[in-house]
């Protein structure tokens, strides 16, 4: 390496892992196992920096008690991930993870569907961010990457914003080119303007090991959340080597940063 490329700085970028879908296995039959906290404790010991949970109003993969079994074990950050309702609001005051993300939430969805309408949220969702960020929550807004909710996150004090890669994802398992560009340099515009703003920018939603190296050549984004895709590649590899894998993926995505800024 040169002594200019020695000299380039770039932010380290975090791996959070999802655990959402080990809780679906586990619930498909009944019973306790498989245990989402197992999961947690061996995505820790591969190098995750965070664990990540949705609580869904309906329950339907991690429950309750996992949260709090969560809160009460971990030794890495738990991101508890939620609609924005007076009932999750009142859970995440009580257990008090290191941060929230706020996402949309449907009954009949099968996984989260687009972002957060925070324009559209109103004085409601602004109060739900207060009440999150005076109870030392750090509050994250799951949104797409368009310009007036990025502007609306950092009016209402969000901490963190992070973008729904799931667009540009699905386009490149469809062959769709020219789309999954133009959605590539959405993205790429919507993480500079929220780093102007004040913002933290995270990413996820669809993420593999091709797409997270490409995202995490972008030094303005500072975490990638990804769990199903994990999750799946665990059945045939294991998860620590999954974990692992993804680490190394994103390792190669910020060398190219780095590259690229000392050229």
Not at 84 to 100: G, N
Not at 198 to 218: F, K, S
Request: a negative charge; glycine letters at 8%.
């Amino acid at each position: 390496m040169s002594s200019a490329a020695a000299l380039v700085t770039v932010p380290p970028i975090r791996l959070g892992v999802n655990i959402d879908h080990v809780a679906t296995v586990r619930n498909a039959r009944g019973g306790a196992l498989p245990d989402p906290l197992r999961a947690a404790a061996l995505a820790a010991a591969a190098g995750a920096d965070g664990i990540t949970a949705h609580l869904r109003e309906d329950r339907r993969h991690i429950r309750d008690d996992d949260m709090r079994r969560l809160r009460e074990t971990l030794t890495i950050p738990l991101n508890f991930e939620m609609a924005a309702t007076h009932e999750m609001v009142a859970i995440a005051t009580e257990l008090r993870p290191h941060a929230c993300c706020l996402v949309p939430e449907r009954r009949e969805e099968r996984t989260t569907e687009g972002g957060l309408d925070v324009v559209g949220g109103g004085i409601d969702l602004a109060h739900r961010v207060e009440r999150l960020a005076a109870a030392g929550i750090r509050v994250s807004l799951f949104i797409a990457p368009d310009a007036d909710q990025i502007v609306r996150a950092a009016d209402i004090g969000a901490a963190v914003i992070e973008l729904h890669t799931g667009a540009w994802c699905d386009h490149r398992v469809a062959g769709h080119r020219e789309e999954a560009t133009a959605e590539l340099e959405r993205l790429t515009r919507a993480a500079e303007q929220a780093t102007m703003l004040g913002l933290e920018v995270h990413a996820g939603h669809g993420l593999d090991y091709e797409t997270a190296e490409i995202i995490a050549a972008n030094g303005h984004v500072r975490e990638l959340n990804i769990g199903h895709f994990l999750i799946g590649e665990a059945i045939f590899e294991g998860l620590e080597t999954a974990i692992r894998r993804m680490r190394a993926a994103m390792a190669r995505g910020r060398a190219q940063l780095r590259a690229g800024k000392a050229a």
